[in-house]
């Protein structure tokens, strides 16, 4: 555990060279890089953290932003200058990180990345609420997003599943189309996210605004894209190699929204690729 703006954060680290930092996806935990930290220890001081609010961090209240949680984790770790490898909004805050304090980040890895500034359209939110709000009583949803004390775990189980179906498959993708063993971990880490969100504190995160200053990013930039992720994130990987100077993109066909623990040794193949010449 380490002291970060008035929270402790869990991290684990492996390994000694240039500093890799990975930034968990919002509908997981730290546990998603488990394959990525054993490959890419063997070259790089490999750093992976659960966010506030996250698997064993402390619970987030109040008003706090996540990027400065990361960069304030690079300051208490003494790391100088380090590659962020982010996924899903984990990308959002490495984007955020690098745009405050770019002397710090020495690349970007944008894994089926969310975006500060962007809009979600009416239509992924209508999907939303028909494939995965829709999986429990609409009045206890409520309840649940005000705050309790107690979750009813029949709930907690039908809306983790229809989340992972939704988002880790991906929509047109049914239960089988993944590994049960990718399905398990998702699961578990799905139960945590909902179970400490509907239970915690109240909390609201500052975010920049991001998408409007992509055109300041200097850092070198990898986007990588599930091919079978839902199609408005997809979009986002579009809007992120479009408006990084250089930035370089990997599609991955049948991958949902968690490729690091779906294809594991094809995302591990890719940033090591990526982070090589920053090494030198």
């Not at 998603?32 to 992976?48: G, K, P």
């Not at 039908?158 to 989340?163: E, Q």
């Not at 100077?245 to 623990?261: F, K, V």
């Amino acid at each position: 555990m380490v002291r970060v703006n008035g929270v402790w954060l869990a991290y684990d680290e492996a390994g000694s060279g240039p500093a890799v930092v990975l930034v968990h996806a919002g509908i997981a935990d730290r546990r998603m890089w488990d394959a990525q930290v054993e490959a890419l220890s063997e070259s790089h001081r490999v750093i992976r953290y659960d966010w506030r609010g996250y698997g064993e961090s402390e619970a987030a209240e109040g008003e706090f932003a996540h990027h400065e949680d990361l960069l304030g984790l690079l300051g208490a770790l003494e790391v100088e200058r380090a590659a962020l490898v982010g996924c899903s909004m984990g990308g959002s805050w490495a984007v955020e990180a690098a745009l405050t304090d770019p002397a710090r980040v020495s690349g970007l890895v944008l894994i089926c990345s969310g975006l500060s500034g962007h809009t979600w359209p009416e239509a992924m939110l209508a999907q939303a609420r028909e494939r995965v709000h829709a999986s429990i009583p609409a009045d206890r949803l409520r309840a649940y997003r005000a705050g309790v004390t107690t979750v009813d775990p029949a709930d907690l189980e039908a809306f983790a599943t229809a989340h992972t179906l939704w988002q880790v498959a991906g929509p047109d993708r049914v239960r089988d189309d993944l590994d049960p063993a990718v399905w398990e971990r998702a699961m578990a880490m799905m139960r945590q996210v909902f179970l400490r969100s509907w239970t915690g504190p109240r909390a609201t995160e500052r975010p920049l605004d991001a998408k409007s200053r992509l055109g300041e990013i200097q850092a070198p930039t990898l986007v990588i894209n599930g091919l079978s992720d839902v199609p408005w994130i997809q979009e986002v990987s579009n809007i992120l190699t479009q408006g990084i100077q250089n930035a370089s993109r990997i599609d991955l066909p049948d991958t949902g929204h968690l490729p690091p623990l779906e294809h594991p040794e094809e995302v591990t193949k890719a940033l090591q690729t990526f982070l090589q010449p920053l090494s030198t």
